[in-house]
């Protein structure tokens, strides 16, 4: 059995720099600030969100803008302030059929990004070039 480190940390922290969520572990900066006050049950879950959170990080990877993430009626949810100011709402990563997505919302518009496939990259590009449906 693998044993789990202390902390997520892998000593490259963006939340220095302004980020909320750390391009490193991925974890909030409440979440980093706070760790060591945390009991075991928080930090279960801190750990058990980072592999979703991981997905929303490469997505604003390749997106740009700055990620925020936030607890919804659903869960964990993420919203991406994309650089020309409107924001990109991406739901929990999800995966049927062998397939992982993420849904997606730009104003009135929605795509499940299909993540396993490796064209999700330009998928993403081209949605975010669409007019805004109005």
């Known amino acids: 059995?693998?044993?789990?480190?202390e902390t997520p940390c892998i000593g490259v922290c963006s939340t220095a720099i302004g980020d909320d969520v750390c391009q490193g572990c991925a974890r909030t900066f409440a979440e980093i600030s706070f760790w060591y006050e945390l009991d075991a049950a928080a930090k279960?879950?801190?750990?058990?969100?980072l592999p979703r959170r991981r997905v929303w990080q490469a997505l604003a990877k390749v997106a740009g803008g700055h990620l925020q993430i936030s607890d919804g009626v659903a869960g964990e949810q993420a919203l991406l302030q994309?650089?020309?100011?409107?924001?990109l709402q991406m739901a929990l990563p999800q995966q049927q059929a062998g397939e992982r997505y993420v849904p997606l919302q730009l104003g009135g518009q929605?795509?499940?990004l299909t993540v396993s496939d490796a064209d999700w990259p330009q998928r993403l590009q081209q949605f975010l070039s669409l007019?805004?449906?109005g």
Do not use: E
């Not at 059995?1 to 480190?5: E, F, G, Y």
């Not at 279960?44 to 969100?49: F, N, Q, S």
């Open 1 to 5: 059995m693998q044993q789990q480190a």
């Open 44 to 49: 279960a879950r801190v750990w058990a969100v």
């Open 82 to 87: 994309l650089a020309d100011g409107r924001l």
């Open 110 to 112: 929605q795509l499940s």
């Open 131 to 133: 007019p805004l449906a």
